[in-house]
């Protein structure tokens, strides 16, 4: 089967696959491994970038910087938190905040690089080899196409950062045989979790010791073992002790830190992936949060599980035979829809299952809110979102739909003012906030905007619309996102959309060749319903909003065609700097 990609995409790929010989796209995780060591270093920023001082603004004293990304949270879960609201409360909330690819090792990438997936090279969870053209997607992409040295963590760290991740790094990022992949450009605590934490035990992870980096196992405790040693070793549990002992460490220092901390939770289990324990699910939550004595629905946080039912979950008895994909002159085109399904019981026990994951995350999120000094900015998001049953789907994400791209984005901070922000977002607007908020003026080759002008103005609103695009390709080697009835995620087909506050159009690419395309569309106004309920992309009382619509998608498609002809990373033309908006002065 080919993957989905964009001829002007498949041009550029060639030029990193010479580099991947060692890289093994496919397969699963090695755990066999127990102590590797590697040298840890600052690596040289290879990138077209500033030079270690240029763009730096003065700053009396730069803010600390927690970003905490969660997996697949939904935000169905997210008044299930404690902490969310203790952040509502205290500081920005933005309702408004999508991810440009609803998909993890996509988002991720982005949100670390401030851009289009089209600029990294980054467009799905595996490198998806072999193909004609190298990788495509995972570590192998990554790395290939320079994404390392274009983190924003990189450039903190010149000015005297020390920054710091904890948790899930990006997919297929693993040991092989006895080596570890090299420590990314621009971190100096690297505590990453490997995919085998997908199953809450039994994972590996990295730090390191006197600048060697050393891999550490951590082993489930036996069956009969008491719940608090089983949580204990829970990746939710170890994730937080990194976090918690980062902070301890350096908020005294007097050079500031950045810390990003990524939970597993609320992610599945993968397909394939051992229980390790009786009763297990496919969310697998601490033991604490499990039904039992005294709690026969388990810990759902602020809401009581049992209170926890389909009607949660938007549209999801929605009639489906009006979404049907359209052609330009209103016509039926094929549904890419693959029938799955989800019954609302099976619905209502994944909802269940992940706001108890989830309540591991609230408690570590509230002992780093009680943990960080007052000068100590604390962003709260999501990779993406999750469906559950909604479009005749199954479990999963990468469509273009709310449920799979709408995320929460919060934020606390020293002059932070409480209150819900309006302002359309993206993820990668992330990396040039977090630069602004260091003193650094955001990198010429970001494409996102800095939101910090919106933390101290509640009532800005520069924007009224992102781009959101996916890049379909078949679920190769150890894709933890490979669905576990019909792999649905292999469904979703290659898109562009572009997402309002009210109104949704997405351009399909239908085609399953490498150059072929076979576009359809739907169109969403969610002044008529808050979920996607009727594609009304040939309704004539939307004509002028969908033509508005199909030109900025042309203005979108024609940047990342010409980007394709510029070195991999490179700034955008300057037409195509301000896809996502108005850009911010001198930014």
Not at 190 to 204: I, K, L, R, T
């Amino acid at each position: 089967m080919r993957a989905r990609v964009p001829l002007t995409l498949a041009m550029v790929l060639v030029v990193g696959a010479t580099a991947l010989a060692a890289c093994r796209p496919g397969g699963g995780e090695d755990d066999s491994v127990v102590v590797v060591d590697r040298r840890a270093t600052r690596s040289p920023d290879r990138v077209i970038a500033p030079g270690p001082n240029d763009g730096e603004r003065p700053r009396a004293r730069r803010p600390s910087i927690v970003l905490v990304v969660m997996d697949d949270f939904s935000l169905d879960l997210l008044d299930t938190m404690r902490s969310a609201a203790a952040m509502r409360r205290k500081g920005a909330s933005y309702e408004n905040a999508f991810v440009v690819d609803s998909l993890c090792c996509v988002s991720r990438t982005s949100l670390l690089t401030g851009q289009y997936p089209f600029q990294t090279g980054v467009r799905t969870n595996t490198g998806n080899m072999p193909n004609p053209y190298g990788p495509i997607g995972g570590w192998a992409a990554f790395q290939a196409y320079g994404n390392a040295a274009r983190s924003f963590p990189v450039r903190l760290q010149r000015i005297g950062y020390t920054t710091g991740l904890v948790g899930k790094f990006i997919n297929q990022y693993r040991p092989v045989g006895r080596s570890l992949p090299r420590v990314p450009p621009g971190w100096d605590d690297w505590q990453v979790m490997f995919g085998s934490a997908y199953a809450g035990w039994n994972f590996q992870s990295t730090r390191i010791e006197d600048g060697r980096v050393v891999l550490v196992d951590h082993p489930a405790p036996p069956a009969d073992a008491s719940d608090a040693e089983k949580d204990a070793a829970y990746a939710g549990t170890v994730t937080e002790r990194g976090a918690l002992g980062f902070i301890r460490e350096h908020r005294d220092d007097k050079a500031p830190y950045f810390l990003e901390v990524a939970p597993y939770a609320p992610h599945s289990m993968t397909p394939g992936m051992a229980r390790t324990y009786p009763g297990d699910t496919l969310f697998p939550p601490a033991f604490r949060d499990r039904p039992g004595r005294g709690r026969p629905e388990g810990n759902c946080g602020r809401i009581r599980c049992d209170r926890l039912r389909v009607d949660r979950l938007v549209g999801f008895h929605d009639d489906q035979s009006d979404n049907m994909p359209l052609r330009a002159d209103g016509s039926p085109a094929p549904d890419w829809r693959p029938g799955i399904g989800l019954g609302a019981d099976d619905a209502v026990r994944s909802l269940r299952g992940r706001a108890r994951m989830v309540q591991s995350v609230d408690r570590m999120m509230a002992r780093i809110l009680r943990a960080v000094g007052p000068d100590t900015f604390v962003m709260l998001t999501s990779d993406n979102g999750f469906h559950l049953g909604q479009y005749g789907l199954g479990r999963g994400k990468s469509t273009p739909y709310d449920p799979d791209i709408r995320v929460p984005l919060l934020v606390t901070g020293p002059g932070v003012v409480p209150g819900p922000r309006t302002e359309m977002t993206s993820n990668i607007d992330l990396a040039s906030t977090v630069e602004d908020l260091a003193g650094l003026r955001p990198a010429p080759y970001r494409a996102g905007v800095s939101l910090v002008p919106t933390f101290t103005d509640p009532g800005l609103d520069r924007r009224d619309h992102v781009f959101v695009e996916h890049t379909w390709a078949p679920s190769l080697g150890f894709d933890p996102d490979r669905w576990y009835s019909g792999r649905e995620n292999d469904a979703v087909p290659s898109y562009v959309a572009v997402r309002t506050r009210h109104a949704l159009l997405v351009r399909l690419d239908l085609d399953d060749s490498w150059e072929g395309t076979d576009v359809a569309w739907e169109y969403y106004d969610y002044r008529a319903s808050r979920f996607e309920r009727t594609n009304a992309f040939a309704d004539p009382r939307h004509a002028a909003e969908v033509t508005r619509l199909r030109h900025l998608l042309a203005r979108f498609v024609w940047c990342r065609d010409r980007a394709a002809r510029h070195p991999r990373g490179a700034a955008l033309p300057a037409r195509c700097a301000a896809l996502g908006g108005e850009r911010l002065t001198g930014s």
